[in-house]
Each structure stands twice: as C-alpha cells, then as structure tokens.
C-alpha cells in the first residue's frame, strides 16, 4: 500500500490549494474533511488526476500516512483546532506530528505545543499568508511550535512556499507560539496597509476631486516607485474594475467593513503589553467605524463639518499623498517590529527579525519593496530596537514628512478622516520628543490617587507622593508599569 507524505484536515478555499500545492511539489497528500461529501467533490474535480489520497474518517487518515506521521489541520480557530487534536491523539504514536495551519491565537498555540509535548507529540504552530492564490502558487509560511518537528516538515513546507531570489519563504520562528504570534503582527500590519491606502484613495477622491479612473492611474504609478507592494497592485486593480453597467464598481461596493478578528488580537496584545500600536489600533477602529453604517448616515444629516474646498495645486498634492503613505507605511511596520521585540522578550523567543522580513517578501499580502530593507536594517543593527533609529528609514522619514504633514493638515481642514496616517504621524513626532505632558498627568494620578511619580533630579524607580491639598497624608497607592 502507498502511503502519504501528509495528511491535511479541512478543504476549505486555502486547504484544498495547499494540498493541490503540495502535489505539484511530488509530496502524496492524504485529505480528510469534516463534511465527507467535500472529500470526494474535491477528488473529482480540482484534485483529478493527482495522486491525492481521499479518506473518510480520521482514523483512515491516519493509518494512510508514513510515520513520524504528519497531520495538518486547515480548520476554524479556537474549539475547533482543539476538536481535532483530541480525536487525533489516541490514534498517533510518540514523535508524530500535528500542525495546526489555520490563524490559532499565539497562546492557544503556546498551550497546545506545551500539553502534547507532555503525550510525547510534537505540535507546530505555522502562520500562512497569501490567500487562495498564495496557497495555490507559493505562500509565506511562518513556523513555530515544538523545534524537534521542524526537521520533519521543512521539507515540505519550504518546496510550497514562495521564492524570492531563490530562497523560499519560509524558515523556523521560535519556539511555542512564535510562529503564529508572528503571523498576528503580519495580519496587523495588514490592517494597517489597507487603511492607509483607503486613506488616500479616500483624500484623492473627495480631497482633491479626482475621479476613479485618475486615482488608479496614480496607484499603477506608486506601485513602480517606492510603494511597490501587493495590497497597492490589487488597489490599482480594484479601481479598474468596471461594474455591469460599465461603471467602477468599486462606487457600488458599501463602505462597511468586516472582520476576523486578527488585527483586534494584535491590538489588544499591544494593550496588555504597553507597546504603541497606535497605527494599526486606528486601523481596526476605522473598520468599527465603518460597520456603523446606518448611524453614520443619519449623523451626516445632522452633524456639520468644515465648509472649505481644496485650492491648490492637485498634482502636487498627489505627491504628498504618496509621502504620507510612504512615511505611515514605515511606522506600521515600525509598530509591528516593537511589538514583536516585546515578545520575544517576555517569552524568550529567538525570533530572527531580517529573516521574517524576508518570509513576507514573497507569497503574502503585506509582501512590498522595502522588507528588503527591514532585513538589511537588521543585519547591520542586530539589536535595533525601532526601524525609525535605522538610517534608510530615519532618510525616508524626513524626507517624506513635509508632504506627510502638509496631507495631515489639509485633510483635517477640508474635514476628511485620517485616522492611520494621522495616528502615525502624532506617533512619529511622539517618539522623537524628549519631553511630553506625561509630567502632568503624573501629578494628576498623585493628586486624586497617591500613585507617586518620578522626578527628574533623582534616579529612575524612585517614587514621590506629594499632598497636594494640605490633608491627604502620606499613604500611596502601589504603582506599576506596562
């Protein structure tokens, strides 16, 4: 009897193109579906003519496989993932291998590689990027888990990722929750990308007036300078779209934005652990914002705005459209880049941080021009705690700040929101300040809660309590820090 290289459960969009994928790639795949009936429709139709392997029940599936066997699970997050490995593990022996490929929330991972690492079962936790066509094609993939699985599924996973020059796109992240951890940032930044070129595509059409067709020729344009990227391609693709009745039918499309959760998990990781992700928080905000639709509708019946119309010069206001785009781009990842650091940190991961700029060169969604650069920011500064101290990027950011600045103020004196590029902005000039109000507020927390302060003519951790009003005593209240 032939066996499997690999078993894959849940032929969904992305585990059917995974598993057709990894055929192409000589690789015999086992695959399994909840719903039997997807099973043998995914046989019959893309999966013809393969040498994919259909089972009907779990226990087939496993008994099908070479061992250490490898099972794969591209299924919903959270009860599900959980689901799953609880039906596996009876039937698994020591050293087998479960992969969970779907976006598991990173201490869900942490857990699951802990308790089966107890069973004697190595458990791999792997961000994918890149949606149908990057499953199909080449995707970025970003593997964590227990590190005594890697041996065995790199193989694999490497021939199905994407290329870039010709190193795949795809390495070992770190231990545990690492992989997906780093998968949750990504998908950060990728809320964060959308945003700012909603942004401004946002400020080109009511801002400046221009129609669709001029704005998708400026995307075809920035997409060959320094914005090259895949979300600003697509964009420009969108816009070129033309609806039944020939007209762009992204003016057809409601302006109410869902969700899936991870960029909401990013920011309120950022929260807990006290980093600054203010960017992409917004960005996650402006969808909330967006869903509200009927509200918003009747609130622009009622409430005024500025009454003033741009009078300069279009053209050159384009360019400090791309300037403030670029520079804000730069902050997200900066953002994003923090909080990784905080991570690896608090968990002691090794997470390699030039070579996760270059898993997201190729076969993701945030993959653009200048990870290049992240990753040679990161071989010349190991320990960079922040992409702006980089020289390539502390150049772009001056340069580009005046046009990022000029787009700030014009869009809050027309009355157009900004709400990522704004927040990127007041982050940037945050961040270069030596001095900022928190002095105050301080006082404020002492005043009303005797939390204590600092001051500046004595060393760091030394804390203060002032009575402020003449009868408040000498008791504090215990004081911390994110």
Same mark, same amino acid.
């Given at each position: 009897?032939?066996?499997?290289?690999?078993? +894959?459960i849940?032929?969904?969009?992305?585990?059917?193109?995974?598993?057709?994928?990894?055929?192409?790639?000589?690789?015999?795949?086992?695959?399994?579906?909840?719903?039997?009936?997807?099973v043998?429709?995914?046989?019959?139709?893309?999966?013809?003519?393969?040498? &994919?392997?259909?089972?009907?029940?779990i226990a087939?599936?496993?008994?099908?496989?070479?061992?250490?066997?490898?099972?794969?699970?591209?299924?919903?997050?959270?009860?599900?993932?959980d =689901?799953?490995i609880?039906?596996?593990v009876?039937?698994?022996?020591?050293?087998? &291998?479960?992969?969970d490929?779907?976006?598991?929330?990173?201490t869900?991972?942490?857990?699951?590689?802990?308790?089966?690492?107890?069973?004697? &079962?190595?458990?791999?936790?792997?961000?994918?990027?890149?949606?149908?066509?990057?499953?199909?094609?080449?995707?970025?993939?970003?593997?964590g888990?227990?590190p005594?699985?890697?041996?065995y599924?790199?193989?694999?996973?490497?021939?199905? @990722?994407?290329?870039?020059?010709?190193?795949?796109?795809?390495?070992?992240?770190?231990?545990?929750? @690492?992989?997906?951890?780093?998968?949750?940032?990504?998908?950060?930044?990728?809320?964060?990308?959308?945003?700012?070129?909603?942004e401004?595509?946002?400020?080109?059409?009511?801002?400046?007036?221009m129609?669709?067709?001029?704005?998708?020729?400026?995307?075809?344009?920035?997409?060959?300078?320094?914005?090259?990227?895949?979300?600003?391609e697509?964009s =420009? /693709?969108?816009?070129?779209?033309?609806?039944v009745?020939g007209?762009? +039918?992204i003016d057809?499309?409601?302006?109410?934005?869902g969700?899936?959760?991870?960029g909401k998990?990013?920011?309120?990781? @950022?929260?807990?652990s006290?980093?600054? +992700?203010t960017?992409i928080?917004?960005?996650?905000? =402006?969808?909330?914002l967006?869903?509200?639709?009927?509200?918003?509708?009747?609130?622009?019946?009622?409430?005024?705005?500025?009454?003033?119309?741009f009078?300069?010069?279009?053209?050159?206001?384009v360019?400090?459209?791309?300037?403030?785009?670029?520079?804000?781009?730069i902050?997200?990842?900066?953002?994003?880049?923090?909080?990784?650091?905080n991570?690896a940190?608090?968990y002691?991961?090794? +997470?390699?941080?030039?070579?996760?700029?270059?898993?997201?060169?190729?076969?993701?969604?945030?993959?653009?021009?200048?990870?290049?650069?992240?990753?040679?920011?990161?071989?010349?500064?190991?320990?960079?705690e922040?992409?702006?101290?980089d /020289?390539?990027?502390?150049?772009?950011?001056?340069?580009?700040?005046?046009?990022?600045?000029?787009? =700030?103020a014009?869009?809050?004196?027309i009355g157009?929101?900004?709400?990522a590029?704004?927040?990127?902005?007041a982050?940037?000039?945050?961040?270069?300040? @030596?001095?900022?109000?928190?002095?105050?507020?301080?006082?404020?927390?002492?005043?009303?809660?005797g939390?204590?302060?600092?001051?500046?003519?004595?060393?760091r951790g030394?804390f203060?309590h002032? /009575?402020?009003?003449?009868?408040?005593?000498?008791?504090?209240?215990?004081?911390?820090?994110?």
């Amino acid at each position: 009897m032939v066996q499997a290289d690999i078993g +894959l459960i849940g032929l969904a969009v992305m585990g059917q193109n995974l598993v057709l994928n990894m055929n192409d790639h000589g690789f015999r795949v086992a695959v399994f579906n909840r719903t039997t009936a997807t099973v043998d429709t995914f046989v019959a139709g893309p999966g013809k003519g393969t040498n &994919i392997l259909p089972t009907h029940s779990i226990a087939e599936l496993v008994g099908s496989l070479k061992k250490p066997r490898r099972v794969m699970m591209m299924v919903k997050a959270g009860s599900v993932v959980d =689901a799953f490995i609880e039906k596996l593990v009876p039937l698994l022996e020591h050293g087998d &291998i479960i992969i969970d490929g779907g976006n598991s929330l990173y201490t869900d991972t942490n857990r699951r590689t802990q308790d089966l690492a107890k069973k004697g &079962i190595l458990f791999v936790g792997t961000g994918i990027s890149g949606g149908e066509e990057g499953a199909r094609k080449g995707p970025s993939i970003m593997p964590g888990g227990n590190p005594d699985a890697w041996p065995y599924v790199r193989e694999i996973f490497q021939a199905i @990722a994407a290329r870039v020059d010709g190193a795949p796109c795809c390495d070992w992240v770190g231990e545990e929750g @690492a992989g997906h951890y780093v998968k949750m940032v990504h998908n950060g930044i990728e809320y964060g990308d959308m945003q700012l070129i909603c942004e401004a595509y946002d400020f080109l059409r009511r801002g400046l007036g221009m129609d669709t067709a001029a704005i998708q020729s400026v995307f075809g344009q920035w997409n060959k300078e320094v914005l090259d990227s895949y979300l600003m391609e697509i964009s =420009a /693709d969108i816009l070129g779209h033309k609806d039944v009745d020939g007209t762009p +039918l992204i003016d057809n499309i409601l302006d109410a934005a869902g969700q899936k959760g991870t960029g909401k998990w990013t920011g309120i990781n @950022a929260l807990e652990s006290g980093i600054p +992700l203010t960017l992409i928080a917004e960005a996650v905000f =402006a969808r909330c914002l967006s869903a509200m639709k009927k509200e918003r509708v009747e609130a622009s019946e009622v409430l005024d705005g500025p009454n003033v119309r741009f009078d300069g010069d279009v053209n050159e206001f384009v360019g400090y459209v791309r300037d403030a785009l670029y520079a804000s781009k730069i902050i997200s990842y900066a953002q994003g880049y923090m909080l990784m650091g905080n991570a690896a940190r608090e968990y002691g991961w090794q +997470l390699n941080y030039g070579g996760i700029a270059l898993m997201w060169r190729g076969g993701c969604i945030i993959r653009s021009a200048f990870l290049g650069n992240i990753k040679q920011a990161f071989d010349r500064h190991p320990d960079l705690e922040n992409l702006l101290l980089d /020289d390539f990027f502390r150049t772009a950011i001056h340069q580009a700040q005046s046009g990022w600045r000029r787009v =700030a103020a014009k869009a809050i004196e027309i009355g157009i929101p900004m709400p990522a590029i704004g927040a990127g902005l007041a982050y940037y000039d945050g961040y270069r300040s @030596a001095r900022l109000p928190a002095n105050l507020l301080q006082a404020q927390r002492d005043y009303f809660g005797g939390h204590t302060y600092e001051r500046n003519d004595k060393p760091r951790g030394e804390f203060f309590h002032t /009575d402020w009003t003449g009868h408040g005593g000498k008791v504090t209240s215990h004081t911390y820090t994110i």
